[in-house]
């Protein structure tokens, strides 16, 4: 039996130090094999996958790529190398621990190609609809070394200390406004997108997703409307708050903005509308937003928010001047900001 390594543990592959982030053990019928997380110093994370053939141990390393195409023929070429399917099946996720996102027995649609030479793989994973590609290689055991020494991984739990600072600054930022302006104006401007996705009885939740390289998280929602109609429905339910709308290059998703949140609308490739909502910091660059899969291993996929949508900014103009409107006929008051 293979033995498991620890959260936290340093595992040396090609004389380059990481250390165990997470794992998820995956189970197929009686087969059962291990996918670690691994981190370097410099960042650099890793996927050790540790299986047993034949009462050997054997390792294969990959990372992710987003620049190969989604193949579902049993033959295709990626940088001039011819890649063959070896495998695929189903499995289901046994159990796991530390920086992943999945859930137990979650399940996966896995497919496994290698090259002529034998020297890389390349692997597809669908998880509901959404595909994460990587590619990787075999390793001998004297690629690897394993040792005893175990290094503490940081937690997304913040500190008791950061937690008081973070109650003390939100009471802040609720009471400011108050003092400051009407509280009809308050009350509009606090609505924000998650709020109203979560209330709103056309979206409901499906999972969460974690920005790897942040530990930032998003909820995605799906829902029956359309494209039009769920970005249409969340500024109305949001006007004020709500400062751009954005279409995606090379994809017909649309991004929303506020102050302090990113929500991409788009549909999956059957045909499902889905909301991904997060805080702005989820978002790791100034220029591009980020939409991840559903689930396990962060994979990102980007997409250039610069271009504004002259359609839905112009909706939103009246959607926003309409809740002004109603404030001030209901005897509520009006400020201005960023």
Do not use: C
Not at 45 to 56: D, M, P, S, Y
Not at 189 to 198: G, H, N, P, W, Y
Request: charged share 25%.
């Amino acid at each position: 039996m293979v033995e498991k390594f620890k959260n936290g543990q340093v595992i040396k592959i090609k004389n380059e130090a990481y250390v165990v982030i997470g794992m998820i053990e995956f189970q197929e019928d009686s087969w059962v094999w291990q996918e670690y997380k691994l981190k370097s110093d410099s960042g650099k994370v890793k996927w050790l996958n540790v299986e047993e053939n034949e009462g050997k141990k054997q390792y294969s390393i990959y990372e992710m790529n987003f620049s190969i195409p989604i193949m579902k023929s049993m033959n295709f070429n990626f940088k001039n190398k011819n890649y063959k399917l070896f495998e695929k099946g189903t499995a289901r996720v046994k159990t796991y621990f530390g920086n992943v996102d999945v859930d137990k027995n979650e399940k996966v649609n896995f497919s496994e190609y290698i090259s002529e030479d034998k020297k890389t793989l390349v692997s597809f994973e669908d998880w509901s609809g959404e595909i994460e590609k990587s590619i990787g290689n075999y390793l001998d055991e004297t690629d690897i070394e394993i040792t005893n020494e175990i290094k503490a991984v940081k937690t997304t739990s913040p500190k008791k200390s950061e937690s008081i600072i973070v109650v003390v600054f939100s009471m802040l930022f609720i009471v400011l406004p108050i003092l400051f302006a009407g509280m009809g104006s308050f009350i509009a401007s606090r609505k924000t997108i998650s709020s109203f996705l979560e209330k709103d009885t056309n979206f409901s939740y499906v999972t969460s997703v974690t920005n790897n390289e942040n530990n930032q998280k998003a909820k995605v929602y799906k829902t029956n409307l359309s494209i039009d109609e769920a970005v249409k429905k969340i500024i109305d339910g949001a006007p004020e708050a709500i400062k751009k709308v954005t279409d995606a290059d090379d994809d017909e998703g649309i991004g929303i903005f506020t102050n302090a949140e990113y929500a991409y609308v788009y549909q999956s490739e059957d045909n499902v509308t889905y909301v991904q909502v997060s805080k702005k910091k989820y978002v790791t660059s100034g220029t591009r937003a980020y939409r991840s899969r559903f689930h396990t291993r962060g994979f990102y996929r980007t997409y250039t928010t610069n271009s504004t949508n002259s359609t839905y900014n112009s909706y939103l103009s009246s959607a926003r001047q309409q809740s002004i409107n109603s404030r001030k006929s209901s005897g509520g008051g009006t400020s201005s900001g960023k």
